[in-house]
């Protein structure tokens, strides 16, 4: 097994995903001043739409204090602390 094109192919598969995702993505959030991390949450967790998944957005959301009023500087502000924390760890 050639371990350097399993490393590309993943890399690849997951630079893909991320560009599909902000296509997908972005054309909702590009004119945004606020509530932009809210929306991004709820349209990655609205895959089925179910109740439960709506409910697991919310939650998200609550605990992050991220509503539709959210500027853009506090989204901003949350995704790097929760960011740096993950790495800390």
Partial sequence: MNLQ?????AGQH?????E??????????????TGV????IHFLIRVGESENELAQAEEICRKF??????????????????HRSRISK
Avoid at 14 to 18: G, K, Q, S
Avoid at 20 to 32: A, G
Avoid at 65 to 82: A, G, Q, V, Y
């Fill in 5 to 9: 094109q399993t490393e590309y192919s």
């Fill in 14 to 18: 997951l630079e893909n995903l991320y």
């Fill in 20 to 33: 599909n995702v902000f296509e997908e993505v972005y054309p909702q959030i590009k004119t945004q001043k």
């Fill in 37 to 40: 991390l809210s929306t991004v």
């Fill in 65 to 82: 204090k991220l509503d539709r009023k959210t500027s853009l500087n506090d989204d901003l502000s949350i995704s790097l602390d929760t």
